[in-house]
C-alpha cells in the first residue's frame, strides 16, 4: 500500500505563498469543501495569520486521483520558515521524502530559504522548484528560474511557474509530487519506530503528538514508550489529519498521523524524540533527536503585582503548546516577583509576549533580552549566567565567553557596503562571500550574538531596503572583554538596568542610558543622582533637578527673616526625605534600555 504514499512539505521564505500554495493544493484535492474554505486553513493560530508567518508545524492528509487513473494518498507537512524555528523545521523534513521549494517571482531567492533548501538536501529529499506569483506586473520568471537552475542544476523548462492565488498551473504541483517524489520505503514488519515531528496540548486527550510511522504499526490497544525518557503509556485515540482530527484502526510504516497519548505536558513528548512499542522495543531511535536550546533569555513581570498567579498560569499553559519555552521565578528589587524565561530566538520572544497579552490578557513586562554567558572563575569552576544581575564580584572572574554565532545575509550587490559597515560596527568578522546569481551576493560573517539581538535585523532591513535577507546559527562560546554595566538611582543599583556589555562600549552606552533615564524619571521634591558604574569606577552621572514647592507665596512685603526661616525649614525637610524617599522608576525607562539606537 505504501507505494502509493507521498509525504512532503512546502519551504518557502516568509512571505512568499506556502500558506496559499497549502490552501490551493487542499481545494484542488477536495479535501476541503468551497464552504469551509478560509484563507490559510492550516495557520489556525491567529498570530500566524496576523504575522503572515506559520509558528507551528501542521500536517494534513489529501486524496488525489492522478493523470493514470491511481489514487494516491499525499501528506502535506506544513513546516516553519522562520530561522527560530529552525529545529522545528529539521524534524519536519525528517518526516518527508520530497520539498516543493516555492520561490517568489518577484523577489528571488531569500536566505532562510536557502537555509532550509540545504537542510532538505541534508536529509536527502527530491526537491521540486516552483515559482509562485507570477501573476504579478513586477514578476521577473525568467530570471528566478535561471537562479534556481544554477542552484540546483535543474533544467529550467522543468521549473514550474505558478500563481497559487489564482490558481494557475497548480495541477502541474500535484501530477510533479505524484511524479517525482519516491514512495516512503520501511517495513510494516520491524519493531514500531515513529518520528514526533510535532505535539500540541488537548484539554480532552491530552498531548496529541503528530507523528510519522517509518517501521512498524500502531494499533489502538499497544502500550507505547518514549526512547527518550522511557516513559509509557497506552494511547486514547489514534487517527490522521483530514484536515480535522478523524480517528482510524492503525497507523503503519509510510503513514502520517496522530497518536492522543492522554500525557499531561508536552515536556514529556518532545519534538524530535521516537516512538516505540513496550512489547517490541526498536534498538535504537531515529537520528537528529536534540533538546532545543533556549539562546535569548529575558525577564517577565506582571505590571500590576496581584497578575503574579495569573501570569504563572498563563506560562504553564503556553509551555504546554510549546516546549521550548522554558521559565523559573525570579525577582527583582526594582519590578517585584516575575520569570526568568528562555526563548529560541528574538521572534520565539516577541510571539510569547504577543500570545501573553493577546490570549490571556495580561499586561507584562519584558526586561532587555539577554544572552546565556559562561564566567570562568578563580576556583577553576564555570558558571552559566544569563541575567547580569547573577554575574559574580569581578574579582572573582579570570574571563568571560560569550556566545557567537555564523550569520548568512543574501542582499542585492548595491547594499554591500552597507551591510559591511553595519556588521563590522557590531565586532562582526567578515568570512566569505559566494555570487549565488549574477547581481546577489551572499556575505558570511561572525558576530556575537548580543550584538544581533535588539535592533540589528530592523537595520539590516532599513539599509537595504527590505531586499536582504538573514540567517543564523550557533558557532561557539568565546572570550572577551566584557563587564557589568550597572545604573545607579539614588545611589541604589536597579538590577532591571543591568547589562553586560563590551569595555570598549561601556562608556558610550553608559552615557546615553543616563542622558536617557534623565528625560524619563519624573522630578521629586529632592535631587535625584542617575549614575552608570562599570569596571568597579562612576562613568557617567547627571541629576533630576528637584520641584520645588513655593513656600514663600503666603509672604506678601514683610521681614526677610521671616522668608529665611520658612527656606531653611523646606531646605531641612528635603534632606530628610533624601534620606528615606525612594525614587518609583515608570514602566517607559526599561523600555528606554531596550531601545538603545546606537
Not at 66 to 88: C, K, M, W
Not at 305 to 327: G, H, I, M, T, W
Not at 360 to 371: G, K
Not at 458 to 482: I, M, N, V, W
Request: glycine fraction near 6%.
Amino acid at each position: 500500500m505504501s507505494r502509493h504514499i507521498r509525504n512532503f512539505c512546502i519551504i518557502a521564505h516568509v512571505d512568499h505563498g506556502k500558506s496559499t500554495l497549502a490552501d490551493r493544493l487542499l481545494q484542488m484535492t477536495g479535501t476541503i469543501s468551497e464552504r469551509e474554505m478560509v484563507e490559510q486553513v492550516l495557520d489556525s493560530m491567529e498570530l500566524e495569520r496576523e504575522k503572515g508567518v506559520t509558528i507551528k508545524a501542521s500536517a494534513v492528509r489529501m486524496e488525489y486521483t492522478a493523470s493514470d487513473g491511481q489514487r494516491y494518498e499525499l501528506n502535506l507537512i506544513d513546516t516553519p520558515g522562520h530561522v527560530d524555528f529552525g529545529y522545528e523545521v529539521s524534524r519536519a523534513l525528517a518526516a518527508c521524502e520530497g520539498a516543493i521549494l516555492v520561490v517568489d517571482a518577484t523577489q528571488g531567492i531569500e536566505a532562510q530559504t536557502l537555509a532550509n533548501l540545504y537542510q532538505a538536501i541534508e536529509a536527502d529529499l527530491e526537491i521540486i522548484p516552483v515559482i509562485n506569483k507570477i501573476d504579478l506586473p513586477s514578476a521577473r520568471p525568467d530570471e528566478v528560474a535561471e537562479d534556481i537552475s544554477s542552484l540546483l542544476g535543474t533544467p529550467k523548462e522543468q521549473i514550474l511557474r505558478i500563481s497559487a492565488k489564482e490558481g494557475t498551473n497548480v495541477e502541474a504541483v500535484l501530477e510533479a509530487i505524484v511524479q517525482r517524489i519516491p514512495p516512503p520505503r520501511g517495513d510494516p514488519e520491524a519493531p514500531l519506530r515513529a518520528l514526533i515531528f510535532d505535539s500540541h496540548y488537548d484539554a480532552y486527550k491530552g498531548v496529541v503528538a503528530y507523528v510519522r510511522v517509518k517501521e512498524g504499526r500502531i494499533l489502538p490497544g499497544d502500550t507505547l514508550r518514549m526512547m527518550s525518557t522511557q516513559a509509557e503509556w497506552k494511547p486514547v485515540e489514534i487517527g490522521i489529519f483530514a484536515p480535522d482530527m478523524r480517528p482510524v484502526a492503525q497507523l503503519e510504516a509510510g503513514e502520517v498521523g496522530y497518536i492522543a497519548t492522554g500525557l499531561k505536558t508536552v515536556r514529556d513528548c518532545r519534538v524530535g524524540d521516537t516512538i516505540t512499542s513496550a512489547a517490541r522495543p526498536a534498538a535504537e531511535p531515529l537520528p537528529g533527536y536534540r533538546h532545543p536550546k533556549p539562546m535569548v533569555f529575558a525577564g517577565i513581570y506582571p505590571v500590576d503585582a496581584e497578575d503574579y498567579p495569573d501570569l504563572r498560569d498563563a506560562l504553564e499553559k503556553l509551555q504546554l503548546n510549546d516546549a521550548s519555552l522554558v521559565f523559573e521565578p525570579e525577582t527583582s528589587q526594582a519590578l517585584g516577583f516575575g520569570f526568568r524565561a528562555g526563548f529560541l530566538g528574538l521572534f520565539h520572544m516577541e510571539i510569547v509576549q504577543e500570545r501573553l497579552e493577546r490570549e490571556y490578557n495580561l499586561d507584562v513586562l519584558f526586561t532587555a533580552p539577554s544572552v546565556e554567558y559562561e564566567v570562568l572563575l578563580r576556583d577553576g569552576r564555570t558558571l552559566r549566567v544569563d541575567s547580569p544581575a547573577e554575574l559574580p564580584d569581578e574579582a572573582q572572574i579570570v574571563e568571560i565567553r560569550e556566545p557567537w554565532m555564523l550569520i548568512e545575509i543574501i542582499t542585492p550587490t548595491e547594499f554591500y557596503g552597507a551591510i559591511m559597515d553595519l556588521v563590522t560596527k557590531r565586532r562582526g568578522i567578515f568570512k566569505g562571500q559566494e555570487y549565488p546569481s549574477p547581481h546577489r551576493v551572499q556575505l558570511k560573517f561572525e558576530i556575537p550574538l548580543s550584538e544581533i539581538l535588539v535592533d540589528f535585523f530592523d537595520e539590516l532591513k532599513s539599509r537595504t531596503r527590505g531586499y536582504a535577507s538573514l540567517d543564523y546559527q550557533f558557532l561557539e562560546y568565546r572570550p572577551d572583554e566584557l563587564q557589568k554595566l550597572e545604573i545607579l538611582v539614588n545611589g541604589e543599583p536597579v538590577d532591571a538596568l543591568a547589562a553586560i556589555v563590551h569595555r570598549k562600549d561601556a562608556y558610550h552606552k553608559g552615557q546615553a542610558l543616563i542622558s536617557k533615564l534623565k528625560d524619563l524619571i519624573p522630578r521629586q521634591l529632592f535631587d535625584v543622582a542617575i549614575q552608570a558604574a562599570a569596571g568597579g569606577r562612576i562613568i557617567s552621572r547627571a541629576n533630576v533637578k528637584a520641584l520645588r514647592k513655593d513656600v514663600l507665596a503666603k509672604c506678601y512685603g514683610g521681614d526677610v527673616t521671616r522668608k529665611k526661616k520658612l527656606l531653611e525649614k523646606q531646605k531641612r525637610g528635603k534632606r530628610r526625605l533624601k534620606m528615606v524617599g525612594n525614587v518609583e522608576i515608570p514602566q517607559e525607562a526599561f523600555m528606554a534600555v531596550l531601545r538603545l539606537e546606537e
